[in-house]
Antibody, heavy 121, light 112 residues
Framework: EVQLVESGGGLVQPGGSLRLSCAAS????????MNWVRQAPGKGLEWVSY????????YYADSVKGRFTISRDNAKNSLYLQMNSLRAEDTAVYYC??????????????WGQGTLVTVSS | QSVLTQPPSVSGAPGQRVTISCTGS?????????VHWYQQLPGTAPKLLIY???NRPSGVPDRFSGSKSGTSASLAITGLQAEDEADYYC????????????FGGGTKLTVL
């Protein structure tokens, strides 16, 4: 069974940093592209960042570019999101999501349960 | 402002059919990129509902169907049930954006 479990969320002051982790199990992690998607309270979904299976290709949403860094450790079956210079508007539930590979591309076939990041003084 | 446009809300009575539209542009849906749909029940993570415009993952009832034409796509739900009350999001790929993966703003489905 595919499982994605996020951790590392919490309360942080504006300008602070936080590192999110996503532990993957139930599939060959090193074969899949991964993403972070967030959802502000009461709002819709916003794609945040993408990383290829090897980690060689990375993309970011304009809203986080230069502040967030996505990475992965295939030996540890883990995905990370380093978040620096946090702002109030970064407050959201952050989901780890796997890229699907069946028939189509660029979709998310499995999601974690999410971890809440609150940026407030 | 989302790249893909969805109606904020739709509603229907049990047993009825409802559709949710998703309108894009020539750099995403109109460019031939697939549309995918997610269901988010209250307080839970999103779940893949339709991928590649019209494909259902294992376990998704055939009451849910998707279609795409031109710069738009639609999600249809037939035989509406109380448990279908949720938020629904469309998603695609946009060649003009650095990140390229884009969502619609979401549609709240209310079962009357």
């Amino acid at each position: 069974e595919v499982q994605l479990v996020e951790s590392g969320g919490g309360l942080v002051q504006p300008g602070g940093s936080l590192r999110l982790s996503c532990a993957a199990s139930g599939f060959t992690f090193s074969s899949y592209e991964m993403n972070w998607v967030r959802q502000a309270p009461g709002k819709g979904l916003e794609w945040v960042s993408y990383i290829s299976s090897s980690g060689s290709t990375i993309y970011y949403a304009d809203s986080v570019k230069g502040r967030f860094t996505i990475s992965r450790d295939n030996a540890k079956n883990s995905l990370y999101l380093q978040m620096n210079s946090l702002r109030a508007e970064d407050t959201a539930v952050y989901y780890c999501a796997r890229d699907g590979i069946a028939v189509a591309r660029y979709y998310f076939d499995y999601w974690g349960q999410g971890t809440l990041v609150t940026v407030s003084s | 402002q989302s790249v893909l446009t969805q109606p904020p809300s739709v509603s229907g009575a049990p047993g009825q059919r409802v559709t949710i539209s998703c309108t894009g542009s020539s750099s995403n849906i109109g460019a031939g990129y697939d549309v995918h749909w997610y269901q988010q029940l209250p307080g839970t993570a999103p779940k893949l509902l339709i991928y590649g415009n019209s494909n259902r993952p294992s376990g998704v009832p055939d009451r849910f169907s998707g279609s795409k034409s031109g710069t738009s796509a639609s999600l249809a739900i037939t035989g509406l049930q109380a448990e279908d009350e949720a938020d629904y999001y469309c998603q695609s790929y946009d060649s003009s954006l650095s990140g390229r993966r884009v969502f619609g703003g979401g549609t709240k489905l209310t079962v009357l």
